[in-house]
């Protein structure tokens, strides 16, 4: 299952009032606090009015990415985004693919999918390339 958010342990909580200390986004961006910036997902489950909010934290975009901190005044608040070398194992985990288990896809099946999605996952990995060389070398 999903751990529980450092957010709901009052005494972590409180030691992360006193330090001041970043941490790593551990629950969707709705359930942490009114004030903070909502991602994508979130925002539109938030839109979605009378509706039961039966979405898991792990669909938001920050989950696990983006670092929160407290302020000396005790508001929780976007400290920036972890960094390659900003992680933990449980945070790394969710993106290592699990062990391989014997494939039941035959070359015919895969070159079916293939013709329907390659086009398309060639224009995103276009896409990223070209959004990597925005970023300045010394940039973050």
């Known amino acids: 299952g999903i751990p529980r958010s450092v957010l709901k342990d009052w ?29 994508r997902e979130c925002r539109v489950v938030r839109s979605k009015k009378g509706e039961e909010p039966a979405h898991s934290p792990v669909f938001c975009r920050f989950y696990y990415f983006r670092r929160l901190s407290y302020s000396k005044n005790g508001v929780i608040r976007m400290d920036g985004f972890s960094s390659p070398d900003q992680f933990d194992d449980e945070a790394f985990a969710l993106w290592v693919p699990g062990p391989m288990e014997e494939s039941h896809l035959d070359q015919t099946t895969a070159k079916y999918i293939l013709s329907y999605i390659g086009d398309k996952f060639c224009q995103m990995v276009m896409t990223e390339n070209i959004a990597a060389s925005w970023i300045k070398k010394d940039g973050k």
Do not use: A, M, Y
């Open 11 to 39: 005494r972590k909580v409180k030691k992360l009032k006193q330090t001041g200390e970043s941490f790593l986004q551990d629950d969707s961006c709705s359930e942490i606090g009114p004030n903070l910036q909502k991602c």
